[in-house]
């Protein structure tokens, strides 16, 4: 059986995301989709609600499971016996970094690969980041987000324009 992992923040997942996880699932017989603790990003979403936002946006998709770790992304794979690490790839930005990433979890975990999924080009521009300015205005964000999740996102951002929180990623 083949099992992937789809890591990133997810803080909030967008439809980039979804895109990935949805062409992904078609390829492997398991998906796993799991949010990483990333010391140098402070979400507006905690690990639980990141994951339970996965969860919303993927209940149809059955052979994909949800988690979370704060584990070494080569050892989480080790211990739940994945091969294939997937990555979405937006545009050249996202490469260099990825590319170092993929050769560190190699080089830790011999048995993982670094599989690319080129973004599609509605997609290209997407992040969460982007997506967490836009929320406070008022602009309609289904092109960005799972309509699911559109109106926690909002609360979320305006909750924090009202305590005078920052949204940036
Ligand atoms: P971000 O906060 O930049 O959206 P994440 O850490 O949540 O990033 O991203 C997890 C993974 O999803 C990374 O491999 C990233 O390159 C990929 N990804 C993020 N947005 C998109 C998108 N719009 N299209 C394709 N892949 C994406």
Redesign the pocket.
Known sequence: MKIAI??????PV?N??L??IRRAANIFDRLIVCVMVNAGKHPIFSLEERTELLRRVTEDLPNVEIDSTDELLAAYAKRRDCQVVV????ATS?FEN?FQMALINHKINPDLDTMFLT?EHQ??Y????TIKELASYDVDLRDFLPEAIIPDVKKRINSMKTQGGTTH?
């Open positions: 789809y890591p990133g923040s997810f803080d967008t980039g995301h895109n990935i990555k979405g790839l937006r996202d990825e973004s997609y290209m997407l992040s969460s980041s990623a």
